[in-house]
């Protein structure tokens, strides 16, 4: 019987790990992350903030430039970092870049009372995207608004967007409990109760609705609600691991905000050694063939034990 969690026993999340995995994580340096690159499984470090953000932004118009009429193409992606997001806009408009056949998957929405969030909402991810990167593209430079996908509960306009266009890239952040999106592990219960999902099954998910670990809501009310978790949705639409893996590319991008010096670790350890697993979804990524984690050096930090 696996270890219950210590943090939201009714539900698997990371700390029912086996105790080994998790005590060489905490052991691995931040140059140790280097050295767990392998075929298919790219870790890159950035000096600077403005590097790092740069070069994401940088996968938007790298992955724009290769749309065509006959081949249409883009990106998917995050709400997490979005410090990338007005960047991604001046490139377009410096450079401009024609963006007629591009496309643009925002991986996920709240929900509240059965529905994705309206674009007014405080908090909603497509409010975030129009606001910060696409309001700001010039008009004559704008892709068609049916080349902007955002999930909604109509789930399939979303699913099938994937089969018309190419998704180059789909990049992510990784939250405190180790999801890319809001893949998160599922709650303690029914056929889940004594082992979550084989990474098999959690792999058939596509785009759902999720609901949320308790160490999500607590995450994004620290980081988008100043800490008012009763304004933070239960439940979200996120884009699944199928469409994930429709994706050529996975690039996720850890400054050091959104997850913990030992997460970061966590999970490029399981996806560099091939050991998957549903209660730390974001190793389920090492199955894909197209890996690459990104990092600010200085956002790596240490797991060391420290008091302040």
Same mark, same amino acid.
């Given at each position: 019987?696996?270890?219950?969690? +210590? ?5 698997w999340?990371y700390?029912?790990?086996?105790r080994? *995995? ?6 691995l ?5 280097l050295?767990?690159?392998?075929p298919?499984f790219k870790? $890159?470090? @950035?000096?600077?903030?403005?590097? =790092? ?6 996968? @938007? ?19 997490g ?8 806009a001046?490139?377009v ?9 591009a ?6 929405e709240w ?7 309206? *674009? ?7 409010r975030?995207?129009m606001?910060?990167c696409?309001?700001?593209?010039r ?18 306009? @979303?699913?099938?967007s ?10 992510g952040?990784?939250g405190?409990v +180790?999801?890319w999106? =809001?893949?998160d592990p599922?709650?303690r ?5 004594d082992a979550p999902?084989?990474?098999a099954?959690?792999?058939?998910? /596509?785009?759902?609705i999720v609901?949320?670990?308790?160490m999500t809501? *607590? ?9 008012? $978790?009763?304004?933070?949705?239960s439940? /979200?639409l996120s884009?699944?691991p199928?469409e ?10 850890q ?6 010096? =030992?997460?970061m670790?966590?999970?490029t350890?399981?996806i560099?050694?091939?050991l998957p697993?549903?209660? /730390?979804?974001?190793?389920?990524l /090492?199955?894909?063939?197209n890996?690459?984690f990104?990092? @600010?050096r ?6 060391s034990?420290?008091?302040?």
């Open positions: 019987m696996r270890p219950l969690s +210590k943090v939201a026993p009714e539900w999340d700390t029912t790990l086996d080994a *995995i998790l005590d060489d994580a905490a052991r340096s931040a140059e140790d992350l050295g767990l690159a392998r298919g870790v $890159v470090f @950035y000096d600077t903030l403005e590097d =790092f953000y740069l070069a994401e932004a940088l996968e @938007y118009i790298t992955a724009w430039r290769q749309a065509t009429e006959e081949s249409p193409a883009g990106i998917c992606g995050p709400i970092p979005t410090e990338q997001l007005p960047l991604v001046r490139l408009n410096e450079l401009e870049l024609d963006l007629r056949h496309h643009f998957w925002g991986m996920d929900v509240e009372d059965g529905r994705e969030v309206s *674009i007014e909402h405080p908090l909603s991810f497509r975030a995207d606001a910060l696409f309001d700001r593209i008009p004559d430079l704008r892709m068609p608004e049916e080349n902007l996908h955002f999930p909604t509960v109509e789930l399939e306009a @979303y699913k099938t994937y089969d018309r266009a190419r998704c180059l890239v789909m990049q952040g990784q405190e +180790k999801h999106a =809001f893949n599922p709650q219960a029914g056929a889940y109760h999902p084989s990474p099954e959690y792999r058939k998910l /596509a785009t759902r609901d949320l670990h308790p809501l *607590i995450q994004n009310a620290r980081t988008s609600g100043g800490g008012v $978790v009763q304004n933070v949705p439940q /979200a884009v699944g199928v994930t893996w429709k994706a050529k590319k996975v690039s996720i991008w400054a050091g905000n959104h997850d913990n010096p =030992f997460g670790r966590l999970t350890l399981m560099s050694k091939r697993d549903a209660a /730390a979804p974001m190793s389920l /090492a199955d894909h063939p890996v690459q990104n990092f @600010y200085h956002g790596v930090g240490s797991t034990a420290e008091m302040h």
